[in-house]
């Protein structure tokens, strides 16, 4: 047999081909979750968290960067955790440093970033490089306590909010992303008061599912699923509002 001169395990690293338009990709920097959240299967379909090497990363990275891509979107079922399992610490402010620094890449964004024990560093690191947008989507699932309780959630609402004030005060002008769940069953009008106090600019709504060995499965789900949905609508139709005031402050703007 002919040997190629490759080394085909290094130089193929990061060979993908893209489903997204050429100037954007989502980058998967870890696979599972450690994460017990009541509702959710993913730990039990995916496995515990796994993260992947910085130097794999930043291989698919630039790759990635060779074939046109500009914006990379970071993606895992749990971005903050990422590194604890193979470096013992969190690394996701190294990670983002490592990244920011390949040429060419005009934007690296967030995305589903757990709020509970949150990196603050991921900030400063936002703030400092030029090429990380000042975004964040921080899936937060709920407002009361006493849901975010049943949904083992790890944190308080007081935190919660603690946090949106640090975050918006270290990276001025953050867009702000979160989701929230109806149905499991929540307060339709306390989410909303939320929303109202603190005005994110994207939100995403989900309807509970209930998900046969999660914890919450041994709680009876009594809602019908015409009504998760109608809560749904009425929780978007509310924040449609809020982010069509926010995007009017936007005019005569340049970003």
């Not at 009541?38 to 910085?54: D, E, N, Q, T, Y």
């Not at 046109?68 to 604890?84: C, D, P, S």
């Not at 934007?107 to 000042?134: G, Q, T």
């Not at 109806?182 to 603190?198: R, S």
Request: with cysteine.
């Amino acid at each position: 047999l002919k040997q190629f001169d490759a080394d085909y395990k290094t130089e193929l690293l990061g060979e993908r081909l893209l489903a997204t338009p050429k100037h954007y990709a989502y980058l998967k920097i870890s696979e599972g979750c450690n994460r017990t959240c009541a509702f959710c299967a993913i730990p039990l379909m995916r496995g515990g968290h796994l993260s992947k090497p910085i130097e794999e990363i930043v291989k698919e990275a630039e790759k990635l960067e060779q074939i046109g891509v500009k914006e990379i979107m970071l993606i895992a079922q749990e971005l903050t955790y990422y590194g604890l399992d193979i470096y013992k610490k969190r690394m996701l402010p190294e990670l983002l440093h490592r990244l920011a620094d390949i040429k060419g890449l005009e934007w690296i964004r967030l995305h589903y970033a757990y709020p509970s024990k949150f990196p603050l560093e991921i900030l400063d690191v936002m703030r400092e490089r030029e090429n990380i947008c000042s975004y964040l989507d921080m899936p937060l699932q709920h407002a009361t306590d006493r849901m975010l309780t049943a949904m083992k959630r790890q944190i308080t609402r007081a935190e919660m909010e603690d946090l949106i004030y640090t975050v918006r005060e270290k990276v001025p002008g953050l867009c702000l992303r979160t989701t929230l769940i109806t149905g499991f069953p929540g307060d339709v009008e306390e989410l909303k008061e939320f929303l109202a106090k603190h005005r994110f600019d994207r939100v995403g709504i989900f309807t509970y599912s209930h998900e046969e060995d999660t914890s919450a499965y041994k709680l009876e789900d009594t809602i019908p699923q015409e009504e998760k949905e109608r809560r749904a609508q009425e929780i978007m139709e509310f924040q449609q509002e809020i982010s069509y005031e926010l995007n009017q402050e936007k005019i005569g703007k340049t970003f």
